[in-house]
């Protein structure tokens, strides 16, 4: 009987130390609440101890964390909707501050977190073109999201790292209009430059056809001179030649003529017999005769 009772006392010894003792890992960080209140809070990593029913402990994530939101509707300063899409990064600074807004609850502190970024990306697109948020200023709106988020997480016992805008995209809805403009637009500026390369094609077309009347102009020229000086001196050199033997010069410039007027088989040439153009002949057959 007493080995029973000291069976049990162990037993229930043993049951309330594993109920007393507690570990807090490396990434997490803890509270210990006696009768609802808290008794101490950010407990640091190890084994520890606590009084069993009448003390609990509540452990929470101290890793970072990231709220990933949906698509977002929002308005810029031109009156024109986006769709945004973003990330934040974040974890807990002020355990006690945590656990006094949200409760402990890590959804609620998500639900209270996109809201205060949903306000933030609000404000900054409303200051802005669609043009300025998606190009030159999409750095500027995250950095100071950053600041602001954390000045307005403060009070949640957050600190958010870091904000990320993932895409920035116009609804369904607009998106078919904006795009029909931009075709029109490129199609302006392709017409244009069309254009432009046309007026560089003509002119250059008609420089290429003024060179080449004036590189012609100059080549008939220059042909009209060289047959010109040609042809005084070939009359130069019939002349000397004429003046050296006449009756010779006289003879060959007939067999020539003979030759162009005989080059083809039907040739006919219908002349009287004493003609000035057969007086060679005439002369040969007077010197047989003879």
Known sequence: MKLRIFGIIVVVAALLAYMSAYTVQQDQRAMLFKLGEI???DIKPGLHFKWPLIETVRKFDARLLT????PERFLTSEKKNVMVDFFVKWRIANLDQYYRSTRGDEQRALTRLSQIMKDGLRSEFGKRTIQEAVSGERSEIMNTLNVDAN???KQLGIQVKDVRIVSIDLPSEVASSVYKRMEAERARVAADFRARGKEAAERIRANADRER???LANAYRQAQMLRGQGDASAAEIYAKAYDQNPNFYAFYRSLQAYRQSFDGKDN???LEPDSQFFRFFNQAEDTGKR
């Open 39 to 41: 008794k101490k809070s």
């Open 67 to 70: 709220l990933n939101s949906q």
């Open 151 to 153: 000045k307005a997480a």
């Open 213 to 215: 009347s004036v590189i």
């Open 268 to 270: 006919v040439l219908v």
